[in-house]
């Protein structure tokens, strides 16, 4: 899938580039501007505390997992990003891969945005499959308004979309474990 959308970077780029609207671009940089780690944080934080205050363990459990994933995804792009040096669709000078760069014109792949969205509600996907799905689109929206405004190529998305859901399926793991171990009864005399 990562490799089909590097093969289709240029063909998506120019059909945005050809299809952009003034009406669209303002939809998409507020997307964009919003759509970053600190509102889905602070979405997380205010879910977790209405669980917290109707007494739902696990609906708590799993908000606060949500906000982990979304950090967790979040920094491990930064790392990458950083370390790679891609540039951005809009650098002119200097296109391609350049190693490690601090400028934010060379911090591409993958996208911070994307990656953060994808592992926070992918956590609700892993554990509520019918109330993610249907946020699965906060995330897609997020990712096309990352393209759209001219931040990211498709594989860009396509690559941070993939390390949010790994994030999120590892969070998930951990929460589920967790559930278990904290829903049972120990039987230490079989360890015994």
Same mark, same amino acid.
């Given at each position: 899938?990562?490799?089909?959308?590097?093969?289709? %970077?240029? $063909?998506?780029?120019?059909?945005?580039?050809?299809?952009?609207?003034?009406?669209?671009?303002?939809?998409?940089?507020?997307?964009?501007?919003?759509? %970053?780690?600190?509102?889905?944080?602070?979405?997380?934080?205010?879910?977790?505390?209405?669980?917290?205050? =109707?007494?739902? =363990?696990?609906? #708590?459990?799993?908000?606060?997992?949500?906000?982990?994933?979304?950090?967790?995804?979040?920094?491990?792009? /930064?790392?990458?990003?950083?370390?790679?040096?891609?540039?951005?669709?809009?650098?002119?000078?200097? $296109?391609?891969?350049?190693?490690?760069?601090?400028?934010? =014109?060379?911090?591409?792949?993958?996208?911070?945005?994307?990656?953060?969205?994808?592992?926070?509600?992918?956590?609700?996907?892993?554990? /509520?499959?019918?109330?993610?799905?249907?946020?699965?689109?906060?995330? &897609? &929206?997020?990712?096309?308004?990352?393209?759209?405004?001219?931040?990211?190529?498709?594989? %860009?998305?396509?690559?941070?979309?993939? &390390?949010? #859901?790994?994030?999120?399926? #590892?969070?998930? /793991?951990?929460? $589920? /474990?967790?559930?278990?171990?904290?829903?049972?009864?120990? %039987?230490?005399?079989?360890?015994?």
């Amino acid at each position: 899938m990562l490799a089909a959308a590097f093969y289709c %970077d240029a $063909a998506v780029r120019e059909w945005i580039v050809l299809h952009r609207t003034r009406g669209g671009s303002a939809f998409m940089g507020a997307v964009s501007r919003y759509g %970053d780690w600190p509102s889905h944080i602070l979405l997380g934080v205010a879910l977790a505390g209405v669980a917290y205050a =109707k007494g739902s =363990k696990r609906l #708590l459990r799993i908000f606060v997992a949500m906000i982990l994933a979304c950090a967790v995804a979040g920094a491990a792009a /930064r790392v990458i990003k950083v370390s790679v040096g891609r540039a951005r669709p809009t650098v002119r000078a200097e $296109a391609g891969w350049n190693g490690p760069r601090w400028s934010s =014109k060379y911090n591409a792949f993958p996208s911070g945005h994307t990656a953060s969205s994808t592992a926070f509600f992918g956590v609700l996907v892993f554990a /509520r499959w019918r109330a993610g799905a249907a946020l699965c689109a906060v995330p &897609l &929206l997020i990712a096309l308004s990352r393209m759209y405004v001219g931040a990211h190529h498709l594989s %860009d998305v396509t690559g941070a979309a993939l &390390l949010g #859901l790994l994030t999120a399926w #590892l969070i998930s /793991r951990l929460l $589920a /474990r967790g559930e278990r171990v904290g829903g049972q009864t120990i %039987d230490r005399t079989a360890t015994s």
